[in-house]
Every structure is written in structure tokens, then in C-alpha cells.
């Protein structure tokens, strides 16, 4: 089973950028879909980003297309989700989710391994 550490959360102004990274241990990466999910303070955890296992294809919530990038790195074995123009309502938790298999897409309810989450607040 793959273990997910992420990191790279942080307090930023709006507009500002982070870039999220998600560590896998035990396990390559190489077949897995993986995703970044978050959950804001009184809300369900929601469907931010994925990508599929080779890295060639990835989907985006409309909320965060043309400003989150997110991308894959199987020689490292690591996730990055690059945040741009950071706004207030990207204040979340965010998750990085895995799921082992081939296939182009997975979607958030399909996800089995999940890391543990870092703070993003982005303040006004």
C-alpha cells in the first residue's frame, strides 16, 4: 500500500501562489491515477484536480482551471499541484488520492489511498 505525505500548505495573501507536493513511500507511482482534492471549513471535501498515470492527461474543477496546475513526476515519485492567483475561497485542506490503475480517470469517489492534508489559508 502507497503512503502519501503531503506539504507545501501555507498562509498566503490573495493572489499570491504555493505549490503543493505530495510524497508517495512504499510504492511507485508509476500506476496510478492520482488526484488533489480539498475540504474548506464547514464543507464536503471537493474534486480540485487529477491526473491520469502517465501524466499525460489531467482534469481540472472549473473553479480552479487556468490558475492550479497540476502534474506528475514517476522518476520522483512525487505529485505538485501549482497554485496561482490564489483567492479566499481557496482556503481548504488539501488532499492528494491515489488510486492504482491503468485507466484515463478516476473519480473522487474511487480514490483509496489518501494523505493526510496541508493547510492552505489564503487571507483578503
Known amino acids: 500500500q502507497v503512503q502519501l505525505v503531503e506539504s507545501g500548505g501555507g498562509l498566503v495573501q490573495a493572489g499570491g501562489s504555493l505549490r503543493l507536493s505530495c510524497a508517495a513511500r512504499?510504492?511507485?507511482?508509476?500506476?496510478?491515477?492520482m488526484g488533489w482534492l480539498r475540504q474548506a471549513p464547514g464543507k464536503e471535501r471537493e474534486f480540485v484536480a487529477s491526473i491520469n498515470w502517465s501524466g499525460r492527461l489531467t482534469y481540472y474543477a472549473d473553479v480552479v482551471k487556468g490558475r492550479f496546475t497540476i502534474s506528475k513526476d514517476n522518476n520522483k515519485n512525487t505529485l505538485s499541484l501549482q497554485i496561482n492567483s490564489l483567492e479566499p475561497e481557496d482556503t481548504a485542506i488539501y488532499y492528494c488520492a491515489a488510486k492504482d490503475t491503468f485507466r484515463d480517470r478516476v473519480y473522487i469517489s474511487e480514490f483509496d489511498t489518501w494523505g493526510q492534508g496541508t493547510q492552505v489559508v489564503v487571507s483578503s
Open positions: 512504499g510504492r511507485s507511482l508509476r500506476s496510478y491515477n
